[in-house]
């Protein structure tokens, strides 16, 4: 194989001179001619009636533009699911947990907008709070969202194998609970966003979002406008781990009130704020039973597992049943039985912070597998081993692994750390532990679940690399430009990032589940051919050889083993433009589609 000359290699990260300059512009530097200030105004209490909003003293106030409610949306509810459309861009008949918005105001500086909240008026009538999910599951339990009657508001069951079997066959049996608290997500910048809208009504929202694409969709929906009426352009964004792929009450409290005032609408939250009333993990309370042999391989697993989510579904299906799904890896599981519940509560909503709830699965399975063999008597190490996957091994629930290698893994690491004789000469009240995790990098899960890449190729030589996804600080953007100059033949200078802009990328899921680099870096290898195909086609006559005899080095096109017969890069990319008149764009769009995709109902199906 040749030696990758871009890829691999240490280079300066595209965003990192602007950013170590303080230069990048993040979606609370950003200015617009006109521009205002938003506010908004959050619920002091956990779950009560909206009897009354008055908002009249709040629009007196001078310097105040529009104040708006839940009433001045279209009140068409969204969520990531059809099943699931469960919220509201701001509440009209009730608030759910303690920092709701209710209220939203535009004025000319955030001194006045911080006033004119004082000034509004809201009537509660209080009603009685569910702050746990075994209180939100009593029969006598008030409903937290107004959409659906009871507190379940997701189940995930499924069964592999025979699982009864498996336990009649177990020398033992071991059954433990196990439970999480929730925790919030600690990116360095807030969220934020600047809304205008032009003089045929389109909106432009510029926000600090992981998932451009899913803000697109949902505000559209919820705003009862075509997705062509809006654009979303992502700036430079400060991190997220999960915590920024949907839209906020921000987002739609600042297009709102763009769209009333007629003036860019700028909103910035302080953390007191996204610690009340963002994204949160899911607090946990699992049940495992695990049936094992006395050599230490495992028989049977029976798993259930509840999760307070707070007042509304989000991607909390996808947490669910993320949970039972990965209870199958990386132990070589035979029979499985899965039950799981998501849950409504009055506490803030939930996400997919930083591995979703698959970490809590596995804190999980992992813990009981290293008690069952305490009890039995199996060293950690050994009991890992004898039921790692292996390769070409396919879980009950059908994932399928081609390739693993964790036996050898486990193997090193204990060697590393000397397993053997630290377990034997550690000193009292010292411990030494060993866990193993599976986790995936960006599973499918049926419908548009992809990556897609755009390459320009410019008339000066140079390309351009667009992606619908988001560079949240994960250095993606520069591992993106090395692959399309490492299969292009061209040097990091001649490959610049653009911009993640709803009109010029295609559709792109999000950057999320550890994909950047798998999913829309395959991506953009394909792009990356798609132009080069072209290129090639375009200058295979001129150079009397076939387009796929071309090779594509040191900025030079020539035909394969024969260096001197061929044309400078640049002037390859002339010919195309001046005397073929042929523009060209790479595209490459990169999913699993050699899958089984994943079947909801019964969790069947190959996730990666």
């Not at 746990?132 to 507190?151: H, I, M, Q, R, Y």
């Not at 909390?316 to 070589?332: E, H, R, S, V």
């Not at 548009?448 to 993606?476: A, M, R, Y």
């Not at 200078?493 to 550890?514: A, L, N, P, R």
Request: net charge neutral; with cysteine; hydrophobic share 40%.
């Amino acid at each position: 194989m040749e030696e990758l000359r871009v890829v691999g290699k240490s280079v300066e990260r595209t965003d990192g001179r602007v950013k170590v300059t303080g230069k990048a512009r993040f979606a609370g530097d950003l200015v617009a001619p006109g521009m205002v200030h938003g506010k908004i105004l959050r619920s002091p209490v956990a779950h009560a009636k909206i009897l009354n909003i008055d908002t009249n003293r709040a629009k007196a106030l001078p310097g105040v533009l529009a104040v708006i409610t839940g009433k001045d949306f279209p009140g068409k509810p969204y969520g990531t699911r059809p099943d699931t459309r469960d919220q509201l861009p701001l509440p009209i008949t009730k608030v759910h947990h303690f920092g709701e918005g209710v209220a939203a105001v535009a004025a000319i500086d955030e001194d006045t907008a911080e006033e004119a909240l004082d000034l509004i008026k809201v009537d509660y009538e209080e009603l009685p709070v569910v702050l746990t999910a075994e209180d939100a599951l009593k029969p006598d339990a008030p409903s937290v969202n107004e959409f659906k009657e009871g507190n379940l508001a997701y189940f995930s069951d499924f069964n592999f194998g025979d699982v009864e079997r498996g336990f009649k066959e177990a020398d033992h049996i071991r059954e433990e609970k196990f439970s999480s608290q929730r925790v919030t997500v600690g990116f360095i910048e807030p969220h934020a966003c600047l809304a205008e809208v032009d003089p045929t009504g389109r909106i432009l929202l510029q926000g600090s979002k992981q998932s451009p694409y899913i803000t697109w969709r949902h505000m559209c929906r919820a705003l009862n406008i075509p997705l062509s009426k809006m654009r979303i352009v992502n700036p430079y964004v400060g991190g997220a781990f999960s915590g920024k792929h949907d839209p906020f009450d921000v987002d739609f409290a600042a297009v709102r009130l763009a769209q009333i005032t007629g003036r860019p609408v700028k909103i910035v939250l302080n953390y007191d704020e996204i610690l009340a009333a963002y994204r949160q993990r899911n607090a946990m309370d699992a049940r495992l039973r695990l049936g094992v042999k006395k050599s230490g391989e495992i028989t049977a697993l029976d798993a259930e597992c509840v999760l307070e989510g707070g007042p509304i579904c989000g991607i909390g299906p996808f947490n669910i049943y993320y949970f039972g799904a990965f209870l199958n890896i990386p132990y070589k599981i035979p029979a499985i039985k899965y039950h799981g519940k998501l849950v409504y509560s009055n506490r803030a909503p939930c996400g997919t912070v930083r591995g979703q709830e698959i970490v809590l699965a596995q804190f999980a399975l992992d813990s009981l597998l290293h008690m069952a063999g305490e009890d039995l008597g199996v060293d950690p190490v050994e009991m890992r081993l004898k039921n790692a996957v292996t390769d070409h091994w396919t879980t009950a629930n059908g994932i399928v692994v081609d390739v693993s290698g964790l036996p050898r893994c486990i193997e090193k690491s204990a060697e590393e750390i000397r397993w053997k004789e630290s377990r034997k000469q550690r000193a009292r009240g010292r411990g030494i532990g060993f866990s193993c995790a599976s986790h995936p990098s960006g599973p499918r899960l049926g419908g548009h679940f992809g990556s897609s890449v755009v390459l320009k190729l410019v008339e000066d030589g140079t390309v351009i690399v667009t992606h619908g996804g988001t560079e949240i600080g994960q250095g993606c953007n520069t591992i993106f430009c090395q692959m399309a100059a490492e299969v292009l033949g061209l040097t990091m200078e001649d490959v610049t990032q653009g911009v993640s802009d709803s009109d010029t990328t295609i559709f792109d899921s999000g950057m999320f589940g550890d994909r950047c680099t798998y999913w829309d870096g395959n991506a953009t290898i394909l792009a990356a051919k798609d132009l080069k195909r072209q290129l090639a086609e375009t200058v295979a006559k001129d150079l009397d050889a076939r387009p796929e005899d071309l090779e594509f080095k040191d900025k030079r096109i020539f035909v394969k083993g024969n260096p001197e017969k061929g044309v400078d890069f640049l002037l390859a990319v002339r010919w195309a433009y001046y005397e073929h008149g042929a523009p060209l764009y790479g595209r490459g769009y990169w999913a699993a589609t050699d899958i089984d995709v994943v079947v909801w109902k019964t969790g069947k199906g190959n996730l990666a």
